[in-house]
């Protein structure tokens, strides 16, 4: 159990209105005999925290780059300290996120890569603590990859994670984004209806992630570098944001708290790494990281040189806004603050980073590394050190050349590592014996490959062909173009049969085929090699259930929403698998996934046309409005919601959405058919007679129906 926080924030000042009556004497003495809390010299600030995922720092003006991209940025940091040496402490979005509002490494929260867990509750969020403390929280977020079931969410009074319903039915569920215009929108939106108590708001934009598209007039002026347009246009929406900040009748841009970074860059081909996650190269760990105090602090705008860690902005807003609260015992680093404010301060400790994508998901070696301003050593099966002065690629390894450097950097890193526990349980290798014994009694031998205590991993250096060769498939895949998906990925595991990635992507080739029983063996086979992985688990029940292999695909999801009850995918693939035969243990399915993720726009269909098979045709129109409000605009919503609303003689609108379906689909019959009915109920009988010609023509099944009508 957390502890609990001291309050101070006027919502929950204990004994405030009795006080009042005793005097302004007292009022003081009062205040002053609350142990811990608040100190309150200074009026707080308002607290406003960007990141920009995916940002090289070395993209951005202030930080050298003359291309002209962040001009918005730029200006900000004139008003800021700058950072020199920003570092994410892994190069991956939700644990790096999860690391910035934890104040807590990667290895101790236990959230390293996107295999993870969600985030335990036995660690405070930085939300929670401001929250506490009198704060409105705040926040709007860009990918589904961080929407609430991972944990982030906790303290945020609003945590808008509503992404257009329709991206779920066009992408990959981990594809799903929002443009930074949107999200921008959104935030001053919430900062409208919020500025006139202290506020924290956390924006979070999406757009230089790949796959690079960035809007006109950005994707034209950069087609040659599309990574260059997605930071020039997330720029250009800023840029919106503070013009807002600095019109606004309150002066929010001067009394607010404005931090501004990445979680990690892009190593855009550099070390032959096309992305990010894989390396701990400085293209993907080094981050921009800008804080403009607020203007009665008395800072001043200056550039810090040191290496400073990412983990290190919840201590440093705490320290800012003069808040004391339990997470700082959790905290693993010291604020920033003693590096700008003048006074003297120790050597700032070395900037950490690691990788564990390398090891969770192929068995290769993990990454770790820690850098000054000058250096950068990374711990490795050849370990590598490079001097940022000489050589800012990082192509020059002086580990051997310079090896008391490297021997005193290993030590630190060590001492690091023994400082703080890692977590109880690494991402993906701990599995419950009910997982495995289910995983047996279908079929499966679930096993590792056998690895001695002593044994040497891979170097992910060696390995980077087959991570490539991956990413090709990977690709392929999304293209559909399978039948080469399928050539790559089989010379692959002829070479790599224990890594589990390569039957879990054969798997989700078949599955755009709709070839089952393959997608059966190849699910199979990768939740044996890895039972914690929980895709390939979700994959496996999803392809039993299209079988009709019912009561597999539902003990098989069972076991794994006994691990991971806030899994609302597994809980909506469950409410699939239960809808041809038991309408409400479906209904009960949906009912969990919108009690964990209440933006899914999907479950509001299904539990809408759930409804309308029960005809309960109020709830149904309610269900599928909503969806339709989160952005689904398919044919199969909207006619269904047409049918709701002539049920309920609501013939303009049951009209209005029939329209809306035929407009999604010029060639759905039923649509049609039904649009016919309601023109024929409002006696507009050259309408009718016209859809009905149309119904007919498109499915020659109709004409006996409308036949005489």
């Not at 005793?22 to 600030?45: E, F, N, S, T, Y």
């Not at 390398?358 to 590394?369: A, C, I, K």
């Given at each position: 159990?957390?502890?609990?926080?001291?309050?101070?924030?006027?919502?929950?000042?204990l004994?405030?209105?009795?006080?009042?009556y005793?005097?302004?004497?007292?009022?003081?003495?009062?205040?002053?005999?609350?142990?811990?809390?608040?100190?309150?010299?200074?009026?707080?600030?308002n607290?406003l925290?960007?990141?920009?995922?995916?940002?090289?720092?070395?993209?951005?003006?202030?930080?050298?780059?003359?291309?002209?991209?962040t001009?918005?940025?730029?200006?900000?940091?004139?008003?800021?300290?700058?950072?020199?040496?920003?570092?994410?402490?892994?190069?991956?979005?939700?644990p790096?996120?999860?690391?910035?509002?934890?104040?807590?490494?990667?290895?101790?929260?236990?959230?390293?890569?996107?295999t993870?867990?969600?985030?335990?509750?036995?660690?405070?969020?930085?939300a929670?603590?401001?929250?506490?403390?009198?704060?409105?929280?705040?926040?709007?977020?860009?990918?589904f990859?961080?929407?609430?079931?991972?944990?982030?969410?906790?303290?945020?009074?609003?945590?808008?994670?509503?992404?257009?319903?329709?991206?779920f039915?066009?992408?990959n569920?981990?594809?799903?984004?929002?443009?930074?215009e949107d999200?921008?929108?959104?935030a001053?939106?919430w900062?409208?209806?919020?500025?006139?108590?202290?506020?924290?708001?956390?924006?979070?934009?999406?757009?230089?992630?790949?796959?690079?598209?960035?809007?006109?007039?950005?994707?034209t002026?950069?087609?040659?570098?599309?990574?260059?347009?997605?930071?020039?246009?997330?720029?250009?929406?800023?840029?919106?944001?503070?013009?807002?900040?600095?019109?606004?009748?309150?002066?929010?841009?001067?009394?607010?708290?404005?931090?501004?970074l990445?979680?990690?860059?892009?190593?855009?081909?550099?070390?032959?790494?096309?992305?990010?996650?894989?390396?701990v190269?400085d293209?993907?760990?080094?981050?921009?990281?800008?804080?403009?105090?607020?203007?009665?602090?008395?800072?001043?705008?200056?550039?810090?040189?040191?290496?400073?860690?990412?983990?290190?902005?919840?201590p440093t807003?705490?320290?800012?806004?003069?808040?004391?609260?339990?997470?700082?015992?959790?905290?693993?680093?010291?604020?920033?603050v003693?590096?700008?404010?003048?006074?003297?301060?120790?050597?700032?400790?070395?900037?950490?980073?690691?990788?564990f994508?390398?090891?969770?998901?192929?068995?290769?070696?993990?990454?770790?590394?820690?850098q000054?301003?000058r250096?950068?050593?990374?711990?490795?099966p050849?370990?590598?050190?490079?001097d940022?002065?000489?050589?800012?690629?990082?192509?020059?390894?002086?580990?051997?050349?310079?090896?008391?450097?490297?021997?005193?950097l290993?030590?630190?890193?060590?001492?690091?590592?023994?400082?703080?526990p890692?977590?109880?349980?690494?991402?993906?290798?701990?599995?419950?014996?009910?997982?495995?014994?289910?995983?047996?009694?279908?079929?499966?031998?679930?096993?590792?490959?056998?690895?001695?205590?002593?044994?040497?991993l891979?170097d992910?250096?060696?390995?980077?062909?087959?991570?490539?060769?991956?990413?090709?498939?990977?690709?392929?895949?999304?293209?559909?173009?399978?039948?080469?998906?399928?050539?790559?990925?089989?010379?692959?595991?002829?070479?790599?049969?224990?890594?589990?990635?390569?039957?879990?992507?054969?798997?989700?080739?078949?599955s755009?085929?709709?070839?089952?029983?393959?997608?059966?063996?190849?699910?199979?086979?990768?939740?044996?090699?890895?039972p914690?992985?929980?895709q390939?688990?979700?994959?496996?029940?999803?392809?039993?259930?299209?079988?009709?292999?019912?009561?597999?695909?539902?003990?098989?999801?069972?076991?794994?929403?006994?691990?991971?009850?806030q899994?609302?995918?597994a809980?909506?693939?469950?409410s699939?698998?239960?809808?041809?035969?038991?309408?409400?243990?479906?209904?009960?399915?949906?009912?969990?996934?919108?009690?964990?993720q209440?933006?899914?726009?999907?479950?509001?269909?299904?539990?809408?046309?759930?409804?309308v098979?029960?005809?309960t045709?109020?709830s149904?129109?309610?269900?599928?409005?909503?969806?339709?409000?989160?952005?689904?605009?398919?044919?199969?919503?909207?006619?269904?919601l047409?049918?709701?609303y002539?049920?309920?003689?609501?013939?303009?609108?049951?009209?209005?959405?029939?329209?809306?379906?035929?407009?999604a689909?010029?060639?759905?019959?039923?649509?049609?058919?039904n649009?016919?009915?309601?023109?024929?109920?409002?006696?507009?009988?050259?309408?009718?007679k016209?859809?009905?010609a149309e119904?007919?023509?498109?499915?020659?099944?109709?004409?006996?129906?409308?036949?005489?009508?």
């Open positions: 159990m957390r502890p609990s926080a001291k309050i101070c924030g006027a919502k929950k000042r004994g405030r209105v009795a006080l009042l005793l005097g302004r004497a007292l009022l003081l003495v009062g205040l002053a005999l609350v142990p811990g809390g608040c100190r309150h010299d200074k009026p707080r600030p607290i925290i960007i990141t920009v995922d995916t940002l090289r720092a070395d993209r951005v003006g202030c930080y050298g780059y003359g291309g002209g991209l001009p918005n940025v730029d200006q900000l940091a004139k008003d800021a300290i700058v950072f020199e040496r920003g570092v994410a402490q892994v190069p991956l979005t939700l790096s996120h999860t690391a910035i509002f934890t104040g807590t490494y990667p290895f101790h929260n236990g959230v390293q890569d996107f993870a867990q969600p985030l335990s509750d036995r660690f405070r969020t930085l929670e603590s401001l929250k506490d403390h009198g704060y409105a929280t705040g926040a709007v977020v860009s990918t990859v961080l929407d609430r079931s991972w944990g982030l969410a906790r303290g945020f009074e609003s945590y808008d994670d509503a992404f257009a319903g329709q991206e039915l066009q992408k569920i981990a594809l799903v984004e929002r443009r930074a999200s921008v929108n959104h001053v939106s900062l409208e209806s919020h500025h006139n108590q202290p506020f924290f708001l956390w924006l979070h934009l999406y757009d230089p992630h790949s796959p690079y598209n960035p809007p006109e007039p950005f994707r002026r950069y087609a040659k570098q599309l990574y260059d347009g997605e930071i020039a246009y997330a720029d250009s929406q800023l840029g919106r944001l503070f013009s807002w900040l600095k019109e606004s009748p309150n002066g929010l841009y001067d009394n607010t708290l404005i931090i501004f990445s979680d990690h860059g892009e190593s855009l081909g550099e070390h032959r790494e096309k992305e990010h996650g894989f390396f190269y293209s993907t760990v080094r981050v921009p990281l800008l804080l403009k105090p607020p203007k009665n602090a008395g800072l001043v705008a200056q550039r810090v040189a040191d290496a400073v860690e990412t983990i290190q902005v919840g807003v705490l320290d800012l806004a003069g808040v004391e609260d339990p997470i700082q015992k959790q905290f693993q680093t010291g604020s920033l003693p590096l700008f404010n003048g006074k003297p301060h120790a050597p700032q400790r070395p900037a950490y980073s690691e990788t994508y390398p090891l969770n998901s192929f068995g290769w070696s993990p990454l770790r590394s820690v000054t301003a250096y950068q050593y990374i711990e490795a050849i370990q590598e050190l490079y940022h002065r000489a050589d800012l690629a990082e192509n020059n390894n002086l580990a051997a050349k310079d090896a008391a450097v490297a021997a005193s290993r030590t630190q890193l060590s001492q690091l590592l023994a400082d703080y890692a977590a109880a349980t690494s991402s993906g290798t701990n599995v419950s014996p009910e997982i495995l014994e289910k995983l047996r009694s279908l079929g499966y031998v679930a096993y590792r490959a056998p690895s001695a205590a002593n044994s040497k891979a992910p250096k060696d390995k980077l062909s087959v991570f490539q060769d991956i990413l090709r498939a990977t690709d392929l895949i999304q293209l559909g173009n399978f039948a080469e998906a399928r050539s790559v990925l089989s010379s692959l595991q002829r070479k790599e049969p224990q890594l589990y990635l390569i039957p879990f992507l054969l798997g989700e080739a078949a755009h085929e709709a070839q089952w029983k393959e997608a059966e063996k190849n699910f199979g086979r990768a939740a044996a090699l890895n914690g992985f929980e390939a688990r979700m994959g496996l029940a999803r392809a039993l259930g299209l079988q009709g292999k019912i009561a597999q695909a539902k003990d098989l999801l069972g076991t794994l929403l006994t691990t991971n009850p899994n609302f995918r809980w909506f693939l469950l699939q698998i239960e809808a041809p035969t038991d309408l409400k243990s479906s209904r009960e399915a949906l009912d969990k996934v919108l009690a964990i209440p933006n899914f726009a999907l479950a509001y269909r299904d539990r809408g046309l759930l409804s098979s029960e005809q045709y109020a149904g129109a309610e269900d599928l409005s909503r969806a339709v409000e989160l952005g689904l605009h398919d044919v199969v919503t909207y006619n269904s047409g049918i709701c002539s049920r309920m003689n609501r013939l303009e609108d049951s009209v209005e959405n029939y329209r809306r379906a035929i407009a689909d010029p060639n759905f019959a039923q649509a049609h058919l649009l016919g009915f309601a023109y024929e109920r409002m006696n507009q009988l050259d309408l009718k016209k859809e009905y119904a007919c023509r498109l499915d020659r099944r109709i004409c006996p129906l409308v036949a005489g009508r």
